[in-house]
Structures are given as structure tokens and as C-alpha cells.
């Protein structure tokens, strides 16, 4: 089974690196290996939140988050966005922005790198929500109990995360981006509306994609509900939903196509700071964008794998560590603004709030198999609660 998820990625590897070294030679090679490391490090956490959502869609989609997906994740992203980027910011047109992130590597870093406080905002906001929906959510299992009850009790509140999200938005554009640095290091720049606006594009985004995927997901829930009950869903289905058998294929399809865009937004605001980090290891876009896309491609087979392994089922705070995480992603994006954070930083924070929640899932599942007086594999226990 390992094989068999992870075999494209390790196969895009090989051939990767040795692309890297034809073109660019050891040096190259190199750069785009550490690139990889470092797309992977940052972004383990995405690939748990993935997994949560990508359990819920049927094996096509899955198949698609794996194909389609990763190549919106590495050509749109990766090699796409950033020249986007650079052409809003700068005003330029696509043929000279592109011709920039060709030729003239040090003007296309400076142009991406002023762009940051608009990138960070943006991603900031759209995965601060993700973080306060899934936290003022009551739910069953809770991993810091301390905390998540209270703040459960909070979560009755219409709109409660909207609100703190516009309030972090607002603390963060009149005191961060008042006095963003110029990437030359001569002085600062007022770039508090555009962290403003860039931040609502982001709460925006997620309101609109969140929403839209949630809503199908709902009516998805409920037509298999009624079909559980009754036998047959011809009520719960909208007409032009079903296909042959009394099947929800048209119903399915909507909720797995928005939960897929609700991925690809998610894997595009975590790739924000792994594309900003690169610039810290080589300016030359082609480079960057192979090491990244090499690390994107085991993001997407470990969440596959993670899947298929019923892994967040038997290890059931993975889900907590990895939406703490998140958070605390969304608020060191935040404080980019201003202050430079290192990738180490944020990349052991995710490692290490993701390493607890395992640990306490372990320590549960101990405890629950003991309770059960050692009878039923760990897998029996953890489906039980």
C-alpha cells in the first residue's frame, strides 16, 4: 500500500532530481532536494486537514486531488502565482512579469517579497477562520478540554469567528502594516489598507467556498439520512440530482467539487510562506518551483495515505493538533507582516503541536483498551467512542 500511494511521488523524485542535476548541476540538485524538505516540514499539518476533508469524497475525487490537484498545487501555485503576484503588485503586464521572474531574479524576489504583507493577510485570514470554526465548535471528542469546552460554549454565538477574525484583521493593519519595511531596507511603508482589503478577500473567500461546500455537504447528509429511513431519498434530492438506482450522483458531485476548490484554497494559503521561505535558499523561480512541487506531491500522498489508513479514525486529537497548528499559522503570518518569522519556526511549531496530539491519541487509546480489559484491537476501541 505504501508503494502504491506514495509511488508517483517517489517516481517525480527521482526524475526531478535528476532534471535538477542535468539543468543546474550538484549545486541544483541540492537546492531543490532541501526545497522539498523544507515544502514537506511546513506543510505536514495541510496534509491532516486534508485528510479529514478528502475522507468524506468517493474515490474519484480522491483521484482527482491527487491529479488535477497537484498540478493546480505546483503550476498554479508554485509557478503560476507568484508571476501573478508580481504583475498586480508591480503593474506589470504578464509578458514582461513573466519575463522578469526569468531574467532579472532579483527584481522578481524584491517584487514577491513586497508583495508578502498582502499575501500574509490573505492566507492569514482564510486559515485564522478554519481554525475558529473547527475551535467554537462543540464537538464530542476533545483534545485540550480546559480550553475547547469554554470556548464551545462561545461557539453558540452566530458569526463569533467572523468577528475575531475582523478584529485580528484590523489589530494587524494598524500596527503591523503601518510600518511594513521596504525590501531594500531604507525605511518603511504604510500598507495598512492593502493588508485591510487583502484580508477581507481572504475572510471573503472562505465565507463563499466554505460555505458553498458545507451547504451541499448538508443536503448530502441529509438525502442519505432519509435514504437510511425511507428506502429512498425522492424527496430530500432536488430534481436533476439523481441517476439511476434513486442514487445522489448529481447531489455528490456538487458537494465533492466544492470541497475540492475548499482544498485548493487551503493548500494555496499554506503555500503562501513555503513560496516566501524559498527566497531564502535561491531567487531563480524555475528552481523553486520544482523543489516546492516535489514537496507538494508527498503532501498529497501522505493525505491519501492518511485516508486509507483510517489514521485520523485511530488517532483521534490528529485532527486537534493539526487545526492548532493552522492556528498558530494563520497568526505567525499575521506578525510576518512586519517582523520576519524563520521557516524553522513555523515548521517545528506544526511538528510539535502535531506530535502531541499523537501522543495523546496513543496515551487514549492505552487507556481506553485497558478500560476495555485488553479485549478488541486499538482499532476497535477508537471506533467505538
Same mark, same amino acid.
Given at each position: ?55 468524506? *469524497? ?17 503550476? +498554479? ?46 492566507? $492569514? ?41 475582523? &478584529? &485580528? ?29 487583502? +484580508? ?30 425511507? $428506502? ?44 516566501? +521561505? ?12 520544482? +523543489? ?41 503570518? *499575521? ?51
Amino acid at each position: 500500500m505504501l508503494l502504491k500511494t506514495f509511488g508517483w511521488s517517489f517516481a517525480i523524485t527521482a526524475a526531478g532530481l535528476a532534471l535538477a542535476g542535468v539543468l543546474w548541476g550538484w549545486q541544483g540538485l541540492a537546492i531543490v532536494a532541501i526545497l522539498s524538505v523544507l515544502e514537506i516540514s511546513l506543510s505536514f499539518d495541510n496534509a491532516v486537514i486534508n485528510a479529514g476533508i478528502l475522507r468524506k *469524497m468517493n474515490p474519484f475525487w480522491q483521484k482527482m486531488f491527487l491529479t488535477v490537484g497537484i498540478l493546480i498545487a505546483v503550476f +498554479g501555485m508554485r509557478l503560476v502565482f507568484p508571476v501573478v503576484i508580481v504583475a498586480i503588485t508591480a503593474k506589470l503586464g504578464p509578458i514582461e512579469a513573466v519575463r522578469v521572474a526569468i531574467q532579472d531574479h532579483d527584481r522578481y524576489e524584491a517584487l514577491v517579497t513586497s508583495a508578502h504583507p498582502a499575501i500574509a493577510a490573505f492566507g $492569514g485570514m482564510f486559515l485564522l477562520m478554519i481554525f475558529l470554526d473547527f475551535i467554537f465548535e462543540d464537538r464530542d471528542i476533545k483534545w485540550l478540554a480546559w480550553l475547547e469546552k469554554p470556548l464551545a460554549k462561545l461557539g453558540k454565538l452566530d458569526t463569533l469567528s467572523v468577528v475575531v477574525s475582523l &478584529v &485580528v484583521l484590523i489589530i494587524a493593519a494598524t500596527t503591523f502594516a503601518t510600518a511594513v519595511p521596504v525590501h531594500d531596507g531604507e525605511g518603511t511603508i504604510d500598507k495598512a489598507t492593502t493588508v485591510l482589503l487583502a +484580508g477581507i478577500g481572504g475572510l471573503v473567500t472562505y465565507l463563499i467556498v466554505g460555505g458553498i461546500s458545507g451547504f451541499f455537504e448538508d443536503r448530502l447528509e441529509e438525502a442519505e439520512d432519509d435514504e437510511d429511513e425511507d $428506502g429512498a431519498v425522492e424527496d430530500a434530492v432536488p430534481a436533476g440530482a439523481k441517476k439511476g438506482g434513486g442514487s445522489v450522483v448529481g447531489l455528490a458531485g456538487k458537494a465533492a467539487f466544492f470541497m475540492f476548490l475548499y482544498l485548493e484554497v487551503i493548500d494555496a494559503s499554506f503555500s503562501f510562506d513555503g513560496v516566501i +521561505g524559498a527566497f531564502a535558499i535561491t531567487n531563480d523561480i524555475f528552481v523553486m518551483a520544482l +523543489g516546492l512541487g516535489i514537496g507538494a506531491m508527498y503532501i498529497r500522498s501522505l493525505t491519501v495515505f492518511l485516508v486509507r489508513k483510517g489514521t485520523l479514525d485511530d488517532y483521534v486529537y490528529l485532527e486537534h493538533g493539526a487545526h492548532y497548528a493552522i492556528g498558530a499559522l494563520a497568526v505567525i503570518l *499575521m506578525i510576518s507582516i512586519k517582523y520576519e518569522i524563520p521557516e524553522v519556526v513555523t515548521g517545528l511549531i506544526g511538528v510539535a503541536l502535531i506530535g502531541l496530539s499523537f501522543f495523546s491519541s496513543v496515551l487514549r487509546n492505552r487507556k481506553e483498551a485497558e478500560s476495555a480489559g485488553g479485549s478488541g484491537s486499538k482499532a476497535e476501541v477508537t471506533s467505538g467512542v
